[in-house]
């Protein structure tokens, strides 16, 4: 039976009343419905209960079933407003970080990219003249110089030329170079008659501009000479990234200004040679009983080739660490070791602070680190008489100490080459630099002019007091004749040479001169030192 429908003011005119056949299959509404609407119910007067019911029900469900498509509809193109969304935000983000991309998928974009021009390219054997050129064609370059195949040597220029390996013998770029040599073509490939013909041929000049392809070949972009403030930008970006480098790997020492921490932190002693290294390890062994892991092999003779870690205690009570960090291979075996989280030794004490922190890598330890600094000139003196007293080469035995300043033997900045891991070639600015950034971030300064504040600042600084009161620790001081060796000058402990006349070194004679210009950047350095001292005074 063909299905009749109502108009719609006759739809909802049911709705409100609530007599709507199509959402109801309630009889009393749906006979309502029927008296209500007469030429309606006369079309169905005829129908049976269940007849009725039957399609009421088949018009819910065509209606559901629009409702359905409607909602589908509406779901499709919120989805295209999804997609489209995804696909701009993809390329914004492959915008952003292009520079980021791998670079297999660089290479692979561009491979796509070229398809196109490369299909329509005349054929090119690989490998060949044609190729090289039109593969350098597209980039900016400089013009090419060739070594002719006969042996010819190419100009000279070690400054200003870059080589490059190809199909051509030796190819040579040319910074201020507007025409250059390249070989010349054989046009006559038949001829191979006269050899020499050919050799003349290699060594022809043709101008850049010429391609083999063909026929014109673009222009070559001379590449221009950098100005001084681009050099000048060149070199701050190098500094920039070399002290990056180097704070990079000292990362395992933390700042001074961060409270020590017993079960986190060890403490590194960066031993600066003759400024009262040996006085500090009696102090520290003695009076404050550290287990110390030190440079000096002798304390710990027959013991720094053992493979298990272990303590030595000396028969004064003093105990050490059996590894020797005076060398390179002995701080590679402590490493190996495990030195620095083994829980065994409270103190690390080597001049090598950077291959120190390579002890920490790994573990969930780190370094903090305390120096003891002195004036460089008073520190060169004494290099200069323990070398007398103790060196066995006899050139030092008849050497004055004007001819000591003068000689090849003679430190120059100790401090800022081993801060910037700089041990030989010339220094500059950016050296001592890096010098100040690494001692003022991470080390915890003493002097040793100040020698008896720079000890109580330590044992404050690594909870070493709470160990021994400082009553204690300065009646130990005493007995040991700590004092008495730093006002005598004595800073290594009676291994000195005889003591040099101040008058000798006083400011403003030659010596004087000599020593400050050798080791300005230290000079420059222990100032830097004695503020980052008045600086810590609150820790």
Not at 174 to 182: I, R, S, T
Request: a negative charge; hydrophobic letters at 35%; glycine letters at 4%.
């Amino acid at each position: 039976m063909p299905r009749i429908k109502p108009t719609k003011k006759q739809y909802d005119y049911l709705n409100s009343i609530g007599a709507n056949p199509y959402n109801s299959d309630d009889e009393e509404n749906f006979s309502q419905s029927q008296s209500s609407l007469p030429s309606f119910q006369s079309s169905r007067s005829g129908l049976s209960l269940s007849q009725r019911r039957e399609m009421s029900s088949v018009f819910q469900s065509r209606d559901k079933l629009m409702l359905a498509e409607m909602q589908l509809d509406e779901e499709r193109r919120r989805g295209r407003c999804m997609l489209f969304a995804c696909i701009v935000l993809s390329v914004f983000c492959m915008a952003l970080f292009k520079d980021r991309w791998p670079d297999d998928i660089k290479k692979a974009i561009i491979d796509l990219l070229d398809d196109g021009t490369r299909n329509t390219a005349p054929h090119i054997v690989p490998g060949s003249t044609e190729e090289f050129i039109n593969h350098h064609s597209s980039t900016t370059m400089v013009a090419p110089v060739a070594q002719s195949s006969s042996g010819g040597e190419a100009p000279e220029d070690e400054d200003d030329s870059y080589t490059s390996s190809s199909s051509l013998s030796s190819v040579v770029y040319y910074k201020n170079e507007d025409m250059a040599v390249l070989p010349k073509k054989n046009e006559d490939k038949g001829n191979d008659s006269n050899n020499e013909d050919v050799a003349d041929q290699s060594n022809a000049t043709v101008p850049v501009d010429v391609d083999f392809r063909e026929g014109i070949r673009p222009p070559v972009t001379i590449v221009p000479e950098p100005t001084e403030e681009q050099k000048q930008k060149n070199k701050e970006e190098a500094i920039m990234e070399e002290l990056q480098q180097h704070l990079d790997n000292l990362s395992k020492y933390l700042k001074w200004n961060l409270p020590y921490k017993p079960d986190r932190d060890v403490p590194v002693y960066w031993a600066i040679p003759l400024t009262g290294t040996d006085l500090l390890d009696r102090v520290m062994a003695k009076c404050y009983d550290l287990v110390q892991a030190t440079d000096q092999v002798n304390l710990i003779s027959g013991h720094e080739e053992e493979k298990i870690l272990n303590v030595v205690t000396e028969d004064d009570g003093s105990k050490y660490m059996n590894v020797n960090l005076g060398n390179l291979s002995g701080v590679k075996r402590a490493q190996e070791l495990r030195l620095a989280s083994s829980g065994s030794v409270d103190v690390i004490r080597s001049s090598y602070l950077y291959e120190i922190a390579l002890l920490f890598q790994s573990t969930a330890k780190y370094g903090k680190c305390f120096t003891m600094v002195r004036n460089p000139i008073e520190r060169s003196i004494d290099v200069f008489r323990k070398l007398k007293a103790t060196s066995e080469n006899p050139v030092f035995q008849s050497m004055t100490l004007e001819e000591y300043t003068n000689s090849p033997y003679s430190e120059d900045n100790w401090m800022v080459r081993f801060l910037s891991n700089e041990m030989e070639g010339k220094l500059d600015e950016h050296h001592l630099d890096l010098a100040k950034h690494v001692l003022g971030r991470k080390c915890f300064i003493g002097l040793t002019e100040n020698f008896a504040e720079s000890i109580r600042r330590f044992a404050a600084y690594f909870n070493w007091d709470q160990r021994y009161s400082g009553e204690i620790v300065n009646q130990c001081m005493v007995e040991l004749n700590i004092m008495k060796h730093l006002n005598e000058g004595d800073v290594n402990l009676g291994s000195m040479g005889p003591a040099v006349p101040k008058e000798t070194y006083a400011e403003g004679t030659k010596i004087y001169k000599t020593l400050t210009k050798l080791n300005a950047m230290d000079t420059e350095l222990y100032k830097y030192s004695i503020a980052l001292f008045n600086r810590q005074s609150l820790y």
